[in-house]
């Protein structure tokens, strides 16, 4: 199965580290020509969502990926990666893929105390560990059909649309494989 990583700036390797764990094969994807014809599933990393959008554009690979996405092709967006799906940014503009019908709020949990660890459950799965690190939360749902996979202090940090999971945690900065295994499932 084709996997991509999008590999223009953040915490990717962290990512291919876990598929590398379960013995799946990926393609970081630096630009348009890395991009398969037949990519199966689509990684969307953290880091600094303003730098990863403007070089999803600068580098042309936005328009590919984001009618693969509409496509159904199943894509998970973790933190940065989120904000880069979603529909709104609270207070900004976006020109993101906006194909995961939330609002986010970007530093939600402010700049300075943006990062802590909890544990909670993510749809199936239960005691899952979640690291936050300057995240967003998802401040409102657009779609009845999002559905939350967690809650986190009262806030939504992720959600499954159609073929797509957004997390505001970083699952890939944990030990714990079970969202890759299910991401690799869908
Ligand atoms: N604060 C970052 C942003 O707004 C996201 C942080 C992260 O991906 N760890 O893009």
């Known amino acids: 199965m084709a996997v991509g ?23 970081l994807l630096r630009k348009k020509a890395d991009i398969p014809k037949n990519l199966e599933r689509l990684i969307l990393p953290g880091g600094e969502s303003t730098v990863q959008r403007k070089l999803l554009h600068e580098l042309d690979l936005y328009s590919v990926l984001k009618e693969k996405i509409l496509e159904d092709m199943p894509v ?35 700049r300075q105390l943006g990062s802590f660890s909890a544990e909670g459950t993510v749809g199936e799965i239960s005691n899952f560990p979640l690291r936050f690190i300057r995240a967003p939360y998802i401040e409102k749902i657009l779609n009845p059909a999002v559905t939350v996979l967690n809650l986190t202090d009262q806030h939504i940090t992720a959600v499954r649309y159609r073929n797509q999971i957004g997390t505001a945690f970083h699952p890939e900065l944990t030990e714990d494989l079970r969202i890759h295994k299910m991401f690799l499932n869908l």
């Open 5 to 27: 990583i999008l590999a223009l700036q953040g915490a990717f390797i962290e990512h291919a580290h876990s598929l590398e764990q379960l013995s799946q094969d990926y393609i």
């Open 76 to 110: 998970l967006g973790t933190c940065a990666g989120l904000i880069l799906l979603a529909g709104e940014i609270a207070g900004e503009e976006t020109d993101g893929f906006r194909t995961l019908p939330v609002l986010v709020r970007r530093n939600a949990y402010g």
